[in-house]
């Protein structure tokens, strides 16, 4: 069996790359969780792109656990903020990591402001790092708007108030198969999904 370390304890992205790793179920793919290594300590993500935060997550992962390592880094870039708040998505308002305090964040910031300025871009960057330092990464983007204030019960982070016009509906209001079609997560894992099957054919001595 080929063993997968999923290198993140935010349970709201375990569950969205768990759905999306579906597609490798006949490759025989034993997913662990950083909640399988609880003594791993924390990665500092102190990178100035997705890609750095990505990829360093996944290589002390793959180092500590001796498997293939899976990470991500993503966030919302908001045109009207400079891109803010970047790779300070999850700690917007603080080290807490509070998603309601974030969106409180970014609503102020935005109150007022037309809604023709209020586009965002969702962006995410997968790696995939060996115990032996090798890494490979594939990012993705999804497009949409700000809304003034929060719809939706599902998702999590920013996904309330992330609204794509071509659904009519935010993050938090898509059902699982729509949001994993169409979310940079689910793009840059699209990508991603042909670098493991490489790997495991490698691994396992197929051509």
């Not at 809304?147 to 935010?170: A, H, I, K, M």
Request: aromatic share 8%; with cysteine.
């Amino acid at each position: 069996m080929f063993k997968l370390v999923l290198a993140s304890n935010n349970k709201g992205k375990l569950k969205e790359i768990n759905e999306l790793l579906t597609t490798l179920n006949n490759t025989n793919v034993g997913l662990l969780s950083l909640a399988d290594y609880p003594d791993l300590p924390e990665t500092i993500e102190d990178g100035d792109t997705f890609t750095e935060n990505a990829v360093k997550k996944a290589r002390e992962a793959a180092i500590y656990t001796g498997l293939p390592a899976l990470a991500d880094d993503s966030g919302l870039a908001v045109a009207y903020l400079n891109s803010q708040p970047g790779v300070y998505s999850a700690r917007f308002a603080g080290d807490a990591k509070d998603d309601v305090a974030n969106n409180q964040k970014l609503l102020a910031m935005l109150q007022g402001v037309a809604w023709e300025q209020r586009t965002a871009r969702f962006h995410c960057v997968i790696a995939i790092c060996t115990p032996a330092g090798e890494f490979c990464t594939s990012e993705g983007t999804c497009a949409g708007y700000i809304l003034e204030q929060p719809r939706g019960e599902g998702g999590f982070g920013y996904d309330p108030l992330f609204y794509v016009p071509e659904y009519d509906q935010t993050f938090a209001e898509l059902d699982m198969i729509a949001k994993n079609k169409i979310s940079h997560r689910g793009q840059a894992l699209k990508g991603m999904v042909a670098i493991l099957a490489e790997m495991i054919r490698k691994v396992s001595g197929k051509r």
